[in-house]
Nanobody
Framework: QVQLVESGGGLVQAGGSLRLSCAASGSIFRLRSNAWYRQAAGKQRELVAAITNTGSTNYADSVKGRFTISRDSAKNTVYLQMNSLKPEDTAVYYC?????????WGQGTQVTVSS
């Protein structure tokens, strides 16, 4: 089993920055990749950014150049640095981890960007 706990969400003005953290515990050695998803009110959950065990990353077109996903293996933590935030970035952000047999999800953290 893997447990994921997000932190770092909050309210920020447009143009501001936030850093989300996702701390993993449990059988983390089985994990293949990590990602951040978000779900805005009335919309489907979407992939924001992902990072593999080899360090390869990919981003949604809407956040390229503004968001950066990274991982600190020593701390078992994945980060999402979000810069130049826009009102359309407002959503609940979820941490995800892919194991060999199943996916794991955090409880979500709210990010609200005011105009």
């Amino acid at each position: 089993q893997v447990q994921l706990v997000e932190s770092g969400g909050g309210l920020v003005q447009a143009g501001g920055s936030l850093r989300l953290s996702c701390a993993a515990s449990g059988s983390i050695f089985r994990l293949r990749s990590n990602a951040w998803y978000r779900q805005a009110a009335g919309k489907q959950r979407e992939l924001v950014a992902a990072i593999t065990n080899t360090g390869s990353t990919n981003y949604a077109d809407s956040v390229k150049g503004r968001f950066t996903i990274s991982r600190d293996s020593a701390k078992n933590t994945v980060y999402l640095q979000m810069n130049s935030l826009k009102p359309e970035d407002t959503a609940v952000y979820y941490c995800n981890a892919e194991g060999a047999l199943r996916s794991y999800w955090g409880q979500g953290t709210q990010v609200t960007v005011s105009s």
